[in-house]
């Protein structure tokens, strides 16, 4: 069974970084877009980068545009997301998705899920 694994969050002082790691498991998704999604309290869950099946498509959401980069590693079977000056307003439990279709910024258009992993930025 397919399986996605973050890690990684954890408490930060704005203006620190952090980064996410998603491992997948179960099959290989060397052909599937990634994406990373994040959820704040309160709010709905909103898209944050996506990542082509060979890192030619790369999108940011502009709220982190600048400040946060997707990478991935194949070979691996892993996604990333670096996150860089980071403020409160990217506290969240981050989500790394997956699907065999086209980079998208569409949450429905993702088949595969992880748990999540949470994301804390103290002022």
């Known amino acids: 069974q397919a399986q996605l694994a973050e890690s990684g969050g954890g408490l930060v002082q704005a203006g620190g970084s952090l980064r996410l790691s998603c491992a997948a498991s179960g099959r290989t998704f060397s052909t599937y877009v990634m994406g990373w999604f994040r959820q704040a309290p309160g709010k709905e869950r909103e898209f944050v980068a996506t990542i082509g099946w060979n890192g030619g498509t790369i999108r940011y959401a502009d709220s982190v545009k600048g400040r946060f980069t997707i990478s991935r590693d194949n070979a691996k079977n892993t996604v990333y997301l670096q996150m860089n000056s980071l403020k409160p307003e990217d506290t969240a439990v981050y989500y790394c998705?997956?699907?065999?279709?086209?980079?998208?910024?569409?949450?429905?258009?993702?088949?595969?899920w992880g748990q999540g992993t949470q994301v804390t930025v103290s002022s």
């Open positions: 998705a997956a699907d065999p279709g086209i980079a998208t910024r569409i949450e429905s258009r993702y088949s595969y």
